[in-house]
């Protein structure tokens, strides 16, 4: 069984930067292999794919320019850069094995709050 802990997050004024982390771990885990991706849930919305990563990089429009997405393979790490925050990126954010939304496993997640 696979486990994702997220961490990174916090309060940050608009136009601020944060950078979240997400540690994988399992022993049967091949993190290098696998397609990783952020996600995030904002206040009363559903989830929200934000960026994805596997041999390249693909970002949700709303984030693109500012979100940068990447992955330290020898250490099971996965990144999400973001710069130019915006209020409407407050959520909480949360890593995980890319696939469709309805059957992906939540950890605890991270929460980012932008103010204005």
């Known amino acids: 069984q696979v486990q994702f802990v997220e961490s990174g997050g916090g309060l940050v004024q608009a136009g601020g930067s944060l950078r979240l982390s997400c540690t994988a771990s399992g022993s049967t885990f091949r993190f290098s292999a696998a397609i990783m991706a952020w996600y995030r849930q904002a206040p009363g919305k559903q989830h929200e794919l934000v960026a994805v990563i596997d041999s390249g990089a693909s970002y949700v429009d709303s984030v693109k320019g500012r979100f940068t997405i990447s992955r330290d393979n020898a250490k099971n790490i996965l990144y999400l850069q973001m710069n130019s925050l915006k209020p409407e990126d407050t959520a909480v954010y949360y890593c995980?094995?890319?696939?469709?939304?309805?059957?992906?496993?939540w950890g605890q997640g991270t929460q980012v709050t932008v103010s204005s």
């Open positions: 995980t094995k890319y696939g469709p939304i309805a059957t992906r496993n």
